[in-house]
């Protein structure tokens, strides 16, 4: 059969059952009469009669909250750009604009205009025409919540593709298929529906070009207005770009398809010259149904195609100062609703640009605008010198509401921004990498403070004295595995200082001090400590591992591709210095734990999250945990509290509000990287400055200068600018003091290493926690070189020093002659190169006559030969006076 009879034979079935589905309207039970037995209509029988109408996709809206309650708004997102309203927010001008020119007939049939129909069918079957329009508004509206409901219900974009296509099939039996159930969804429509919600949902459905769709966001993208405030020539040129969305709409002026190769009367090129034709097809369409007066019809048709292109807000760029933030809060939507279980990982983008969220979150401007400023005025965006990188973050403690961030970079995700200007960047540095952020940054002595944690969690007081001195540490005691690490670990302090106890240690931060606590510890313990706080690698990794990569600088894989883990790494000595890479969100979070007296509290960036009609929608929410007693963080918290204090090493960041801090600064190997850490009770404010990568090109910042000062000290001008605003706006009760326990010194035995050489005595004290002087010579009778004695002896606090002394030979062990008759004990000691000196005592125990009764120097004692030994010898009598007889 031709294709032009294929057409008529459809044609045929159209028309009749459109006849009939009308007829169905207007008269139900006719259709279940005589007409049911007609072969066409069993063709409708599996057809739903209900159509299922889906939330339109919306774009999300992200607002920062004003101290008065109001919201401004950061940015938005979309794969649709719409905005629904209501019919009563659209001008009358757009309802009328819509009817004349695309259904004139809308508020009198019942969902299907038979001669629209009729005519579109009859071109584009028979005559093998251009499709035309013919299809109801109603139609339409059905067409456009199919393609609706097959898009929102894919998950990938092939499918969406796919499903596009479906509900648009126009030829062959397909396409017929698709018409008819557009008709018969139609009519269930019209019976369910009114006429002015049928032409909401359609004004707010309708694509106006690109990513363009619904009223409201046409009338704001193309003439910057809404849909309520567009005037009559604006309103039609809209509706014109519904017939045809791609041809007519106004942000393509060079498009020769919609006009621009026309030219005016005086031989100018004349834009939008289709969409103009269109337009004025439509005011004449309303002026023939009076809705419009000539004279209005007139002035509209005079008046040039003039839109005034309005880009929406679209991605974190449009939050400026605060994008980074953005940027952090569109990384936390997308990972919340992403349900790998299910594998909906696409899910959280589509709620981000098609949920139609509104999304309030927790920076506090003011505090944004501080931190921005501070970061800018100490801090260059770049330097030829090196990459130089800072972030600055505040986050509430108790809440783990993040209230700024900040860093040295203007955002961008544009690649052709970001190779253009070096002062681009869309690398978030105060996050981890999974949230948009870098791989970390060493924390340096930021770190130690998880190492005091640990000391007072296994029981160790503030005041306990170690043995802080420099020296090559060997073994460190529990590591994860169970096992001992060895080796030779030897770190440098940053001056000659030493401390010997945990408060001295914290305020002047010495290496050698936090190692020999560390030697007292399970190390893997400082590790739990540490995550117990919120403290995670930025790179997503557990603590103490790292990836494995090959020599030449290639990552080792794994069978199934991913990057091998190295099997060698684990929790070392050297992290208790801060040598794991770790965010500054990371930090601030931390100390803002023991600020909370020791209870961690995850960061949102989220306050709430609402629908547009503000049904409450889901946000994620902040966990706290107990990381350590509240004993143990009051001591914590007193021994950060001296780093403001006199010579403290985070002096330099005093505030001068009288609000009290903790605190920690801290500065890597090489000063590479530099930060300053620091909480009231009521914020948390982390400062990072360093090198944003690695390689031969990073710069010591203390060889490093930038206009504002030292590139060292950057941290201590940004930190307490930041910090005294967040001081006088949130003020901050004093810190808990700690019980006295916190405070106590212990005892411990000092080892009896006499007979040792002088080496064996200084290891085995100094494993004991001591520290070791050399006390010189002294007279003995042992060998020349043993030690001979310790000052003190007994017991003394660990870390104490221990004065050791050596023998110098000279001397030599004095007989023990008590008991021996008076000729026996002259005769040995003299025999002992001794002099003797004789005395007597009275005695009235006959057995007692003529024996030596004591001595001195005592038996067992040492004396230089040639010192005189006094032995007491008995004499029988009734009493009176020892008589000295020198020999």
């Known amino acids: ?40 209509i069993a063709m409708f029988e599996n057809i739903p009669d209900y159509l299922e109408i889906t939330q339109l996709s919306a774009k999300t809206d992200i ?18 750009n719409r905005e629904v309203v209501s019919f009563e927010a659209i001008s009358q001008y757009v309802k009328d604009a819509a009817v004349s020119g695309e259904d004139p007939r809308f508020y009198d049939h019942a969902g299907i205009d038979i001669q629209g129909t009729t005519r579109a069918v009859m071109n584009e ?56 159930k557009e008709m018969k969804y139609a009519i269930a429509l019209e019976k369910k529906y009114e006429k002015n919600d049928i032409l909401s949902g359609y004004l707010n459905i309708a694509a106006f070009g690109g990513r363009v769709y619904g009223i409201e966001s046409a009338a704001q993208f193309y003439f910057g207005k809404t849909a309520a405030t567009v005037s009559l020539p604006e309103a039609a040129s809209l509706i014109a770009i519904v017939n045809h969305p791609e041809k007519f709409r106004l942000d393509q002026p060079d498009d020769p398809e919609n006009g621009v190769a026309s030219v005016n009367e005086a031989g100018e090129p004349t834009p939008y010259a289709a969409n103009k034709d269109r337009r004025d097809y439509i005011l004449g369409e309303m002026l023939k149904l009076g809705k419009i007066t000539q004279e209005e019809h007139d002035a509209a048709v005079a008046t040039p195609v003039a839109p005034i292109i309005t880009e929406p807000s679209t991605g974190c760029q449009t939050a400026q100062g605060s994008a980074y933030f953005c940027d952090y809060v569109k990384n936390v939507i997308l990972r919340h609703y992403d349900d790998p279980t299910t594998g909906d990982v696409n899910e959280g983008r589509k709620m981000l640009e098609e949920g139609g969220l509104q999304v309030y979150t927790t920076i506090d401007l003011e505090l944004q605008n ?57 690398i978030n540095l105060s ?16 770190f130690k403070v998880f190492t005091l944690g640990e000391w007072l969690n296994e029981g160790h007081s503030l005041l306990e004295s170690f043995n802080g001195s420099r020296r090559a540490f060997t073994t460190f005691p529990g590591l994860c595995d ?91 000595p050297s992290a208790v210095l801060g040598t794991e890479e770790v965010s500054p969100l990371s930090m601030a979070v931390s100390f803002a734990g023991i600020a909370n007296d020791g209870v961690a509290c995850s960061p949102i960036a989220i306050d709430s999250i609402t629908l547009a009609d503000g049904t409450p929608v889901e946000a994620p929410k902040s966990t706290c945990t107990a990381a350590v007693t509240p004993q143990v963080a009051y001591a914590m918290q007193y021994a950060m509290q001296q780093t403001f204090k006199g010579d403290g090493t985070a002096y330099a960041s005093n505030t001068g509000t009288g609000v009290e801090h903790i605190g920690k600064t801290g500065t890597t190997d090489n000063a590479f990287d530099t930060w300053m850490v620091g909480a009231s009770k009521t914020t948390s404010t982390a400062v990072w400055v360093g090198n944003i990568t690695g390689g031969n090109n990073r710069q010591n910042l203390r060889d490093v200068r930038f206009d504002s000062g030292a590139a060292a000290t950057a941290r201590h001008r940004i930190w307490p600018a930041i910090m005294e605003l967040a001081d006088n706006k949130y003020g901050g009760d004093d810190f808990t003091e700690p019980d006295q326990s916190a405070f106590k010194n212990v005892l411990v035995d000092i080892p009896q290493v006499a007979g040792l050489t002088f080496d064996a005595a200084k290891k085995a004290l100094e494993a004991a926690g001591f520290v070791v002087e050399d006390g010189g010579q002294q007279d003995s009778n042992l060998p020349a070189g043993q030690v001979s004695g ?57 057995s007692k006559v003529g024996v030596v009764l004591s001595q001195t120097p005592a038996g067992g004692g040492a004396a230089k030969p040639g010192d005189q030994v006094t032995i007491t010898v008995g004499k029988l009598g009734l009493g009176g006076n020892s008589q000295p007889d020198n020999d």
């Not at 607002?63 to 649709?80: I, K």
């Not at 996050?431 to 930021?446: I, V």
């Not at 050791?804 to 023990?816: E, L, R």
Request: include cysteine.
């Open 125 to 180: 079957l028979i005559i093998g025409g251009d499709t035309q329009g013919g299809s109801s508004i109603t139609q339409q509206y059905v067409k456009n919540v199919l393609i609706n409901n097959g898009v929102q219900a894919a998950k990938t974009e092939e499918e969406k593709q796919a499903a596009y296509e479906a509900a648009t099939e126009s030829s062959g039996n397909a396409g017929i298929s698709r018409k008819l």
């Open 431 to 446: 996050t981890d990498f999974a949230y948009g952020g870098s791989s970390g940054f060493q924390p340096g002595s930021t």
């Open 1 to 40: 059969m031709s294709d032009v009879g294929s057409g008529i034979l459809g044609f045929v079935g159209m028309s009749a059952l459109a006849g009939v589905l009308v007829t169905a309207a207007v008269t139900p039970a006719l259709a279940v009469t005589g007409m049911a037995a007609n072969n066409s």
């Open 370 to 426: 501080r931190a921005e400023t501070a970061v800018a005025e100490n801090v260059p965006y770049t330097d030829d010198r090196f990459d130089v990188g800072t972030s600055a973050v505040t986050v509430q403690p108790g809440t783990g509401r993040i209230l700024a961030m900040a860093q040295n970079k203007n955002y961008s995700q544009a690649d052709e921004v970001l190779a253009a200007d070096r002062s681009y960047s869309a």
């Open 63 to 80: 607002y920062a909250t004003q101290p008065d309650g109001s919201h401004v708004p950061l940015a938005s997102f979309f794969s649709e």
């Open 482 to 572: 169970g096992s001992t690490w060895s080796g030779n670990f030897n770190p440098k302090n940053d001056d000659a200082r030493t401390a010997n106890n945990a408060v001295d240690a914290t305020k002047y931060s010495v290496n050698s001090s936090f190692m020999a606590m560390a030697q007292q510890l399970r190390l893997c313990g400082v590790k739990e400590t540490a995550q117990a706080f919120g403290i995670k690698r930025a790179d997503g990794l557990e603590l103490g591992t790292r990836y494995a990569w090959n020599d030449d600088g290639t990552p080792v894989l794994n069978p199934d591709g991913t990057q091998a883990l190295d099997p060698d790494e684990t929790f070392q």
């Open 790 to 846: 310790t000052d003190p002896t007994g017991q003394a606090g660990r870390g104490s020093t221990i004065r050791v002394f050596t023998s110098n030979g000279t001397m030599t062990g004095v007989p023990n002659v008590v008991g021996m008759t008076e000729r026996q004990a002259e005769d040995a000691l003299k025999q002992a190169g001794f002099k003797v000196q004789r005395q007597n005592q009275d005695t009235s125990d006959p």
